[in-house]
């Protein structure tokens, strides 16, 4: 079992930045994932890291979202630059129980057994 915490979330400007991090259990051998989810909308994957660091982003973030981790704090990160208010929305990190997904279940929710509690941001 892998247990996440988010942190780092929070209410900004249009155009600015915000980190977000994810405490895990472990993280050494896993892909996890970022997510969003804006009210009324469903969940969907922002960005994704693999063991190997093998990153892989949605379309609308590319360029402003980078997703990172650092195996000795058993932590990974969301650095979100250039925010725009269609950003915000409660962000979750998650983990899967293997080292890799194929590019097609990156950013699919239904690839992720484990999950945070999740993160607010507010972009206004």
């Known amino acids: 079992h892998v247990q996440l915490v988010e942190s780092g979330g929070g209410s900004v400007q249009t155009t600015g930045s915000l980190r977000l991090s994810c405490a895990a259990s472990?993280?050494?051998?896993?892909?996890m994932a970022w997510f969003r989810q804006a009210p009324g909308n469903g969940r969907e994957g922002v960005a994704y890291?693999?063991?190997?660091?093998?990153?892989h982003y949605e379309d609308s973030v590319k360029g402003r979202f980078t997703i990172s981790k650092d195996s000795v704090k058993r932590t990974m990160y969301l650095q979100m630059n250039s925010l725009k208010p269609e950003d915000s929305g409660m962000y979750y990190c998650?983990?899967?129980?293997?080292?890799?997904?194929?590019?097609?279940?990156?950013?699919?929710?239904?690839?992720?057994?484990?999950w945070g509690q999740g993160t607010q941001v507010t972009v206004s």
């Open positions: 472990t993280l050494t051998d896993l892909c």
């Open positions: 998650a983990s899967n129980s293997g080292p890799y997904l194929p590019f097609s279940q990156r950013l699919d929710i239904s690839a992720y057994k484990y």
């Open positions: 890291i693999s063991k190997l660091h093998l990153t």
